[in-house]
């Protein structure tokens, strides 16, 4: 994790000078005052380089000097104007430059004791986004190699600012920033760690390490599972040697200790081997991530628990491990779900919506939350309809979408809304129970999300299918590539909108 702290101006102190990364937005970039400052001591070789390789401060480019003069070892000129096609909020695009900024000091390979990201008047004010970027960018899951990389881990940076007046401002302010930071790589790590490690036992025991930032932990186990009725969730475990359990997050910050919860829930299938409708070969090894959705609900209690959020929010998720055994659930087999509702099992990969049906269930009857959004790896459908730029969203209530889609826009984890009705709805109904869990190819992620709405009743609920985000194939600024953290930094986002829009009603 790098170390940021936030300086009024640099002091080159190592033995291998100062390394430094100047942001560019625009073509007047060379009008700026810490510009034409470094352009002047190194003698004009920032100007002539600009002039030599026709750098205009577009996003993407990059100029370095290596050993420019004196205690300098290295200048980065970093673009970051966005393309017109591509329009990001002005935090997104922040968090996009601190990324890109490690990224370029990276791959130049420094060493350099002193490292320092320096900013002009007009850019002061994104000082700790770009700290959060540069932050996310480093992120490294690396506890399993036992050769070190031969690129230098970048750990400490400076953030410097044009007067010495905004340094407390930052500081002060990069301590929530800094909490959400960690609460991603919360949710990265737990993605990243295989199977045979993070099985619903050690994940719940992580979770229970969070007590110490405040929350209320409590976790059911099978037996009490059973007692509650959790039909659903159980038969998916049922073939696993590793028990299930359902952890119970809860951050009270309201000033009203009585007012409903906002709730997070969460798919947390460890491991999914399909159950006995058993996935291809290829690609299997990948299901390691299918628990993307408890682990980002995890991030986000987190997050609230360290910047000590003035709501109440509960997070629920539902750890299980899909295995293939003799005591596995068969295709048709029929289960009674917490609701009361029998379900015709079709198809054991179709197990998450088993897991979620129960505890969208048991959290609407039990904490009467003011909202419910649950999110899951659900369908490969979603990935096929939307790719790995968007989550499928789907909501019973306008609102509720429409703040999301807002925290989505605002934060760079875009959602997309996807259509629901009762002609998809009819599709799931069973000749020999309730409903089933699949109700064939076409429009299968909106099948699963109608399957998730018979259980939240008229509680306002969102279904978040982040199949396509929660892990990435190829890394951007600031995600690595792997486990993406999604919706950590979305939910943070969205409990702020929330609270801003209940504060004018």
């Not at 702290?5 to 080159?12: K, W």
């Not at 009008?31 to 205009?56: M, N, W």
């Not at 673009?79 to 490690?102: H, L």
Request: proline letters at 4%.
């Amino acid at each position: 994790m790098i170390d940021i702290s936030f300086v009024a101006e640099t002091r080159p102190q190592g033995e291998n000078g100062l390394s430094a990364v100047l942001f560019c937005h625009g073509a007047e970039f060379a009008k700026g005052a810490v510009f034409r400052q470094y352009d002047e001591a190194l003698g004009g070789a920032l100007s002539r380089a600009v002039a030599l390789r026709d750098f205009s401060g577009k996003a993407g480019q990059a100029l370095s000097l290596i050993a420019p003069a004196g205690p300098v070892a290295q200048f980065h000129l970093l673009g970051c104007a966005p393309a017109d096609d591509e329009p990001q909020s002005v935090s997104t695009a922040a968090q996009t430059a601190g990324g890109e900024a490690v990224k370029l000091l990276k791959a130049s390979a420094v060493e350099a004791q002193d490292v320092a990201l320096l900013l002009e008047a007009d850019q002061a004010a994104l000082a700790t986004e770009i700290a959060l970027g540069a932050r996310l960018g480093g992120y490294r899951f690396d506890r399993y190699k036992t050769v070190t990389s031969k690129t230098p881990a970048l750990k400490a940076l400076h953030i410097v600012l044009p007067e010495a007046g905004q340094v407390d401002a930052a500081q002060t302010a990069w301590k929530e920033l800094e909490g959400l930071g960690e609460s991603v790589f919360l949710t990265r790590d737990l993605v990243n760690e295989p199977a045979n490690v993070l099985f619903p036992e050690e994940f719940t025991r992580r979770i229970k390490a969070l007590e110490s930032l405040g929350l209320e932990i409590e976790v059911l186990d099978r037996a009490q599972m059973e007692a509650l009725g959790f039909g659903a969730l159980l038969g998916v475990a049922q073939g696993s040697e590793q028990p299930p359990f359902t952890v119970i997050m809860r951050h009270k910050g309201a000033a009203q200790a009585d007012s409903a919860p906002l709730a997070f829930i969460g798919k947390g299938v460890t491991f999914d081997s399909g159950g006995i409708s058993i996935k291809p070969a290829a690609g299997m090894d990948e299901m390691k991530m299918d628990m993307g959705g408890a682990a980002a609900v995890v991030g986000v209690m987190s997050a609230l628990a360290r910047r000590k959020a003035p709501v109440n929010a509960v997070g629920i998720v539902g750890l299980v491990e899909n295995m293939v055994s003799g005591a596995a659930q068969r295709p048709g087999d029929i289960v009674k779900s917490h609701s009361g509702q029998t379900i015709e099992v079709l198809n054991t990969d179709a197990e998450g919506r088993l897991v979620l049906a129960d505890l969208l269930s048991y959290t609407r009857q039990t904490f009467k939350p003011a909202l419910m959004v649950n999110l899951a790896t659900l369908t490969g459908a979603i990935v096929v309809a939307l790719g790995s730029d968007y989550a499928g969203l789907f909501s019973n209530d306008d609102t509720l979408a429409d703040t999301l889609t807002q925290a989505g826009e605002e934060t760079g984890e875009a959602l997309w809304r996807m259509p629901m009705g009762a002609a998809y709805n009819r599709r799931i109904d069973s000749d020999i129970a309730d409903m089933k869990n699949i109700g064939g190819r076409p429009g299968s992620s909106i099948l699963a999300a109608e399957f998730l709405k018979r259980f939240v009743g008229d509680t306002p609920w969102a279904h978040l299918d982040i199949a396509g985000t929660a892990w990435a194939e190829k890394a951007t600024a600031i995600t690595p590539k792997g486990a993406s953290g999604f919706g950590v930094r979305l939910l943070d986002q969205f409990v702020r909108l929330h609270q801003a829009g209940s504060s004018q009603h």
